[in-house]
């Protein structure tokens, strides 16, 4: 969401309900409903493997149902390969990132605009120890079972105004 001179909102979300955001000018709310974003594994492949390592590629599409735009701070996910095991991780990762103290110029973080999609995608690069012969059969004959987790930080407004927002999530492939 954007706030506007001579504007004011009221912002419902499941971890914010009736909080009033209002501009110096006018004091009387506009209500406003927001809703979630959605988040699909779009597509988790093996690209490469060898006996020293292997390369994974996983994506995630976010879509805004909004008809304001937000702002995707970060997204951090963990991935196991469910054949190896369910509750040990495998890999994971941050896309985008979170400001820290005084918000930086050339921060990595995504305007999603209203009704609208992004894909975010990451490369994974694991190593083989030898310590993990069924991951690495796994992954060798291409029939990996994957869960990914996850966790996406968004804002409604700003960087610096608005409240921020978690969305958790997980998947089974």
Known sequence: MILLSGSSSVINSPENT?????????????????????????DISIKEVT???????????????NSNSVIVQVMDYQLFETGYSNVEQIS?????????????????????????????????QLKNTGNTPKLWSDLESDTAKWRVTGTVFYNLSSMTSGQENTLHFEFEK
């Open 18 to 42: 009736n909080q009033e955001i209002k501009s110096d000018i006018s004091q009387e709310p506009i209500s406003a409903q927001i809703q979630s974003l959605n988040v699909e594994l779009d």
């Open 51 to 65: 006996p020293r390592g292997a390369t994974i590629e996983i994506s995630f599409k976010i879509n805004n149902p």
């Open 92 to 124: 994971g990762g941050q896309i985008g990132s979170r400001p820290e103290g005084m918000v930086e110029f050339g921060s990595d973080y995504y305007v999603l605009l209203a009704e609208n999609s992004i894909l975010l995608k990451d490369k994974i």
